[in-house]
Each structure stands twice: as structure tokens, then as C-alpha cells.
Nanobody, 116 residues
């Protein structure tokens, strides 16, 4: 079964760090543009960061710029989101998305809670 599985979420204090991972099964990520999205309670899902298939181009939302970094390891079929200097407003469910043409896959999400 084609799947994306996120991991690495949890509870962290403000100012802390987390690294989210996204693993693919039953398909190869290397041709896909990969993105991280997040959705906070009562809010719409928003794009956090995107990385090209080769990994040479990345974009991050202004709200997380200079704090979050997206990366990928194609041989390992993995994508990552390094999150530093976390703020309470970063609290959300974080989703991994793979896109190639009309093929789009989403993971189930991982909860990130930033609270003291």
C-alpha cells in the first residue's frame, strides 16, 4: 500500500526544537516534489515548506523563515522538517505531501504542541 508516514512530533517548550520525518512506502520519493503543511485547530491547512525533487530548491513560509528547514534524503526515501525556536503558534498537526503531476499523496499527520 502506498503510504507516507510522519513521525517526530510531540510536546516541546517554547524555544525548543523538533525534527519531523516523513517516510514513504511502496513508492519512490525521488521524482516527487515534497511539502510540509500544518493545520491548527479551527484554522485552514497551510503550506509550511516545499522542496524540489532533487533537493536543490526549497521554499518556506514567511511565518517560519529562519526557523524551519526542509530537507530530503532520496536514497533513504525520507523527507525532514527541522524546526527550531518553536513558538506556541507553531502548534498544529503537521502533514507530509508528495506531488508528481496528478499523483498526490498525503500522510496522516503528526501532532506538534509547543507549550510550557
Amino acid at each position: 500500500e502506498v503510504q507516507l508516514v510522519e513521525s517526530g512530533g510531540g510536546l516541546v517548550q517554547p524555544g525548543g526544537s523538533l525534527r519531523l520525518s516523513c517516510a514513504a512506502s511502496e513508492f519512490t520519493l525521488s521524482r516527487y516534489v515534497m511539502s510540509w503543511y500544518r493545520q491548527a485547530p479551527g484554522k485552514e491547512r497551510e503550506l509550511v515548506a516545499t522542496i524540489s525533487s532533487s533537493g536543490t530548491s526549497t521554499n518556506v513560509a514567511d511565518s517560519v523563515k529562519d526557523r524551519f528547514t526542509i530537507s530530503r534524503d532520496n536514497p533513504k526515501n525520507m523527507v525532514y522538517l527541522q524546526m527550531n525556536s518553536l513558538k506556541p503558534e507553531d502548534t498544529a498537526v503537521y502533514y507530509c505531501k508528495a506531488a508528481w503531476g496528478f499523483q498526490v499523496y498525503w500522510g496522516q499527520g503528526t501532532q506538534v504542541t509547543v507549550s510550557s
